[in-house]
């Protein structure tokens, strides 16, 4: 059988069933956007990793190596911001092709460097090894405060489900790109931005938390899956701005596709009681109410003007066809 016959999820699985773990300092392994661990009394350790290749994350006809740097530091610091954490340490492992011109990795470099010293990460080593395809691989280093930790496995039923910015415009600006054509929305594709400030404010609130890297679907079902609950998402309150509204209509796609399944918007999606939803007007910032936490036999469902619609995962590397 072939991974393409697997798919990313059932992967994950496969590989989860055959891992055993020796540490009681394990808080959460495979299953989160971070490992978590034991640090000290009040904070926990956060790891992650996440790898770019050329062609199938980033195409150089396309993004600048200035974007591709930022894009691998931010969206590592997107899953630590998932977790209610801040990062502080990375280490980045380079696969070059021999050809390379250092010119690249200058630029590559100047990008990682601008992201790294936003967000005061250190870059504390890597690896360096020849191959193909560019690949840049970001293992991220994070602490998160124990009493903001944030897992997927936190959402409560009754919880409402929000969404911080808007969905879809990655995507979109993505398929414009595809299809030779221009809009605004291809900043939101090239230009990765993490929501670590907005993550850390929200840390103090909300249940469970998750970053939109393959679309709102198939994060509420991680979340629902962690947490054994169902959910309902509302279709007509999923935040979608005008320009990927236009920008999506000049590829003749539906923009609440890309919403759902489109993925790499790096938004955050949370789960929050009800009587601390006003606490929310502090954090100067736009959330959307898209949805709610049911119990796990009401389902995971789309509501779309009053039918109930099945949701499914969004983007996956192995089965998606680009
Ligand atoms: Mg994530």
Same mark, same amino acid.
């Given at each position: 059988m072939k991974v393409s016959n697997? $798919? @990313?999820?059932?992967? %994950?699985?496969?590989?989860?069933?055959? =891992?055993?773990?020796?540490?009681? +300092?394990? =808080?959460?392994?495979?299953? *989160? +956007? /971070?490992? #978590?661990?034991?640090? +000290?009394?009040?904070? &926990?350790?956060?790891?992650? /990793? *996440?790898?770019? #290749? @050329? +062609? *199938?994350?980033? !195409?150089?006809?396309?993004?600048?190596? @200035?974007?591709?740097?930022?894009?691998? =530091? @931010?969206? !590592? %610091?997107? *899953? =630590?911001?998932?977790?209610? $954490?801040?990062?502080? &340490?990375?280490?980045?492992?380079? %696969?070059?092709?021999? !050809? /390379?011109? #250092? !010119?690249?990795?200058?630029?590559? &470099?100047? $990008?990682?460097?601008?992201s790294s010293k936003k967000y005061k990460i250190s870059i504390i080593g890597g690896n360096l090894t020849h191959g193909k395809n560019i690949s840049i691989t970001v293992n991220m280093i994070g602490i998160v405060e124990k009493k903001n930790l944030c897992l997927r496995s936190n959402a409560k039923i009754n919880d409402l489900i929000l969404v911080t910015g808007n969905l879809g415009a990655s995507r979109a600006g993505l398929e414009l790109l595809r299809n030779k054509k221009t809009g605004k929305s291809i900043n939101n594709y090239l230009n990765t931005k993490c929501k670590l400030n907005i993550g850390r404010k929200l840390s103090n609130y909300v249940n469970a938390m998750e970053d939109v890297s393959d679309g709102l679907s198939s994060e509420v079902l991680n979340i629902c899956s962690e947490s054994k609950t169902g959910a309902v998402i509302y279709k007509e309150k999923i935040p979608i701005n005008k320009t990927t509204i236009n920008d999506t209509k000049k590829v003749n796609k539906n923009p609440y596709d890309y919403a759902l399944y489109g993925g790499e918007d790096f938004e955050l999606v949370f789960t929050i009681n009800k009587n601390k939803f006003e606490k929310l007007n502090k954090i100067k910032s736009d959330f959307t109410i898209v949805g709610k936490i049911l119990s796990k036999k009401e389902g995971v469902y789309l509501l779309d003007k009053g039918k109930k619609k099945k949701l499914g995962y969004g983007y996956d590397q192995f089965k998606s066809k680009l």
């Open positions: 697997l $798919g @990313e999820i059932e992967l %994950i699985k496969k590989i989860s069933k055959g =891992i055993k773990l020796f540490s009681k +300092d394990i =808080i959460k392994g495979i299953g *989160d +956007d /971070t490992a #978590v661990l034991k640090f +000290d009394k009040k904070h &926990y350790l956060l790891l992650t /990793t *996440d790898t770019l #290749v @050329e +062609d *199938d994350h980033f !195409n150089l006809s396309w993004f600048t190596p @200035e974007q591709v740097g930022k894009k691998a =530091i @931010e969206s !590592n %610091i997107s *899953d =630590i911001a998932a977790m209610g $954490g801040f990062p502080k &340490y990375t280490l980045i492992s380079l %696969i070059l092709p021999k !050809n /390379t011109n #250092v !010119n690249f990795i200058n630029k590559l &470099y100047n $990008g990682i460097n601008k």
